[in-house]
């Protein structure tokens, strides 16, 4: 069965820091991964990832891939408390179909 | 606001009464999702649509459940018989396929409560 976990589950940090967070997935016939950020209600679009070793950047937010190790990280530098929200991340096993994860609850403190 | 409309945004129903989403995809998009969320999890997928044909269900879609996108632009996800464990956000996305994206657009989504 397709996979997705997430770590942590729940972070808090002070507005400056910089924070990681992890995906890791276990899927048949992989197409791509997905990141996006929960705030109250819908999930909006941060990244797409299909190749390894490519990072993907948006403003203080990166992400990259690793296909051979099967995982993929978030990275959010000079967190803002705008950033606080759940990230979720999300792979396509071949039905364009979202497998999630738990969640990351990202809590910036001012 | 990512062009996907859903309603009611809220929903409070007594167990045991039938109700019934609304979902509007982006208007270009074929291919419609339907999936569940539950506090503290992510979405679970339910099942999607590609124009007015129902492609994949879900194990968790039981009998209670049924999706239908008639004409191939709105869908409607109606639950029978509610019980409290459907107590979730559904969530509505689309995507055209046929493009090299996997990117899903969002509706806010449904807020069912079940007393």
């Known amino acids: 069965e397709d996979k997705v976990v997430q770590s942590p589950l729940s972070l808090v940090v002070h507005e400056g820091d910089t924070v990681t967070l992890n995906c890791s997935y276990e899927v048949t016939n992989f197409r791509s991964l997905l990141w996006y950020k929960q705030e109250k209600k819908a999930p909006t679009f941060l990244f797409m990832l299909?190749?390894?070793?490519i990072e993907k950047k948006s403003g203080r937010l990166s992400s990259i891939l690793d296909k051979k190790e099967l995982f993929s990280i978030l990275n959010i530098t000079a967190t803002q408390t705008g950033d606080s929200a759940v990230y979720l991340c999300?792979?396509?096993?071949?039905?364009?179909?979202?497998?999630f994860g738990q969640g990351t609850r990202l809590t910036i403190n001012p | 606001d990512t062009g996907v409309s859903q309603n009611p945004r809220h929903k409070i129903t007594k167990r045991g009464q039938n109700v019934t989403f609304r979902c509007d995809p982006i208007s270009e998009h074929n291919r419609l999702y339907w999936y569940r969320q539950t506090l503290g999890q992510g979405p679970e997928f339910l099942t999607y649509f590609q124009n007015e044909a129902q492609l994949e269900k879900s194990r968790l879609l039981s009998d209670r459940f049924s999706a239908e996108r008639p004409k191939g632009s709105f869908s409607t996800l109606e639950i029978q018989r509610t019980e409290q464990g459907d107590s979730a956000m559904y969530l509505c996305?689309?995507?055209?396929?046929?493009?090299?994206?996997?990117?899903?657009?969002f509706g806010p989504g449904t807020r069912l409560t079940v007393l």
């Open positions: 996305a689309s995507i055209t396929s046929g493009v090299r994206t996997d990117t899903q657009y």
């Open positions: 999300a792979v396509v096993p071949g039905a364009q179909k979202l497998v």
């Open positions: 299909t190749s390894s070793g």
